[in-house]
């Protein structure tokens, strides 16, 4: 792993928009917009630059757009899979995955990626 790197954090936007009962369900993009509009403005506590944020949305949260700072990432179809493919392919980034997901978090430290729950996200 290449400790240099920018540290790759992938959010599971679905499973953190989720991990709150704020009526979200109503409106899934608006949510998903919030969320990377707090990422934008906060980053990720407790982790000091640099940072890279890609957002991976899925459903109807697809086409939530970019702004500065998030890279946001529109899952075709899974956004499991979407989040594991992009740890994958990551190479030799340090990456941490931030979701609640058990399975996910199986994959994706199988992969050697590094887990947070959505509390590590600022509300």
Do not use: C, F, Q, Y
């Not at 493919?85 to 190479?91: K, Y």
């Amino acid at each position: 792993m290449n400790d240099t790197a920018a540290l790759l954090v992938i959010v599971d936007a679905a499973n953190v928009v989720g991990s709150v009962p704020d009526g979200w369900w109503r409106d899934r993009k608006g949510a998903a917009e919030r969320l990377r509009d707090r990422l934008a403005a906060d980053g990720l506590p407790g982790r000091p630059g640099p940072v890279e944020i890609v957002l991976v949305v899925e459903g109807a949260a697809r086409g939530v757009e970019e702004v500065p700072g998030i890279r946001v990432e529109s899952a075709p179809g899974s956004g499991d899979d979407h989040v594991v493919a992009l740890v994958a392919g990551a190479e030799h980034r340090p990456v941490l995955v931030v979701t609640a997901d058990r399975e996910l978090r199986r994959r994706v430290t199988a992969l050697g990626a590094e887990v947070a729950g959505p509390r590590s996200v600022p509300r």
